[in-house]
T-cell receptor
């Protein structure tokens, strides 16, 4: 069964802290996505990756194919980073399977 | 700016009533998707369409219907057969090729039962 699991479910941190959100998946994938859902509900695609590492501003996404694991890191976190972060995977040519999300709250 | 527009933002349904959620995109994307989001669960696929005048059921299609008469539009009807329609509904679109492209999402419609 194709499954995507995220941890932690909820994460609260002080402004400036380094944040790590984890995503594990059950079998081999063709691509993995990290998404950000704002408090109003809209979703933005942050990264799509199938190997290695990608960086955009203070956000870094990594994936380890052998360990079936991906991480999303946020450096120098800021209150505006507060959102739900969702991991989603393409298993082969099938449609996206989504994790349940990690709710991140950054306290000033 | 190109994007996906969902309307309305909030919608209320009386029992026995059908309601239609609108989704329009000006990204020239071929594929469009409807997802349902419930608290504590990942997004679940209701229907998707890869080309005009064609669509396929997703994982939870029962009680829903769609049409794809134009490339830009993919409306979702929540019928009275859907017994638990209260949820957040998200529309998305993507290019077909190359495969596994990032999906662009709308801002969602929150549906509640009166």
């Amino acid at each position: 069964k194709n499954e995507v699991e995220q941890s932690p479910q909820n994460l609260t941190a002080q402004e400036g802290e380094f944040i790590t959100i984890n995503c594990s998946y059950s079998v081999g994938i063709s691509a993995l996505h990290w998404l950000q859902q704002h408090p109003g509900g809209g979703i933005v695609s942050l990264f799509m990756l199938s190997s290695g590492k990608k960086k955009h501003g203070r956000l870094i996404a990594t994936i380890n194919i052998q360990e079936k694991h991906s991480s999303l890191h946020i450096t120098a976190s800021h209150p505006r980073d507060s959102a739900v972060y969702i991991c989603a995977a393409h298993f082969g040519n099938e449609k996206l399977t989504f994790g349940t999300g990690t709710r991140l709250t950054i306290i000033p | 700016d190109g994007g996906i527009t969902q309307s309305p933002k909030y919608l209320f349904r009386k029992e026995g009533q059908n309601v239609t959620l609108s989704c329009e995109q000006n990204l020239n994307h071929d594929a469009m998707y409807w997802y349902r989001q419930d608290p504590g669960q990942g997004l679940r696929l209701i229907y998707y369409s890869q080309i005009v005048n064609d669509f396929q059921k997703g994982d939870i299609a029962e009680g829903y219907s769609v049409s794809r008469e134009k490339k830009e539009s993919f409306p979702l009807t929540v019928t009275s057969a859907q017994k638990n329609p209260t949820a957040f509904y998200l529309c998305a679109s993507t290019r077909q090729a190359p495969p596994n492209q990032p999906q662009h999402f709308g801002d969602g419609t929150r549906l509640s039962i009166l």
